[in-house]
C-alpha cells in the first residue's frame, strides 16, 4: 500500500516561497501511469488541485498556479517537492500530497498523505 508524507516548514513569510516535499513509501514514483499530485485546502473552504508531476517526469499546473508553480522529483528519494513562489496570506491551507490514476479521463486519486499545514505571516 502506497503512503505519503509531507514534510516542511509550517510558517512561511509573504513574498517567499512556499517549499513542501512528499516522501512516497510502499511504491516507486515512477510506477507507470501514476501521477503525483498537490492539493491544498484553505480555512473553511474546499479542495484546490495545484498540479502534478508525472511518472515520467512531466508536469502539469492549475492555469490559476502556473505561473508560481514548480513541482520536481527526486527519483534516488522517491519524493517530489512543491515549490509555490510569491506566497501571500491567502495560500494559508492545509496542503496535500496525493496519488493516482486516469480513469475514464479523470485523475482519480487513490492514496493521500495526512496533510500539512502552512501559516503565511510575516
Known amino acids: 500500500q502506497v503512503q505519503l508524507q509531507e514534510s516542511g516548514p509550517g510558517l512561511v513569510k509573504p513574498s517567499q516561497t512556499l517549499s513542501l516535499t512528499c516522501t512516497v513509501s510502499?511504491?516507486?514514483?515512477?510506477?507507470?501511469?501514476?501521477?503525483w499530485s498537490w492539493i491544498r485546502q484553505p480555512p473553511g473552504k474546499g479542495l484546490e488541485w495545484i498540479g502534478y508531476?508525472?511518472?515520467?517526469?512531466?508536469?502539469y499546473y492549475s492555469p490559476s498556479l502556473k505561473s508560481r508553480t514548480s513541482i520536481t522529483r527526486d527519483t534516488s528519494k522517491n519524493q517530489f517537492t512543491l515549490q509555490l513562489s510569491s506566497v501571500t496570506p491567502e495560500n494559508a491551507a492545509v496542503y496535500y500530497c496525493?496519488?493516482?490514476?486516469?480513469?475514464?479521463?479523470?485523475?482519480?486519486?487513490?492514496?493521500w498523505g495526512q496533510g500539512t499545514k502552512v501559516t503565511v505571516s510575516s
Open positions: 496525493a496519488g493516482g490514476e486516469y480513469s475514464g479521463g479523470y485523475l482519480s486519486i487513490g492514496s
Open positions: 510502499g511504491g516507486s514514483i515512477t510506477t507507470n501511469y501514476y501521477y
Open positions: 508531476i508525472a511518472y515520467t517526469g512531466s508536469t
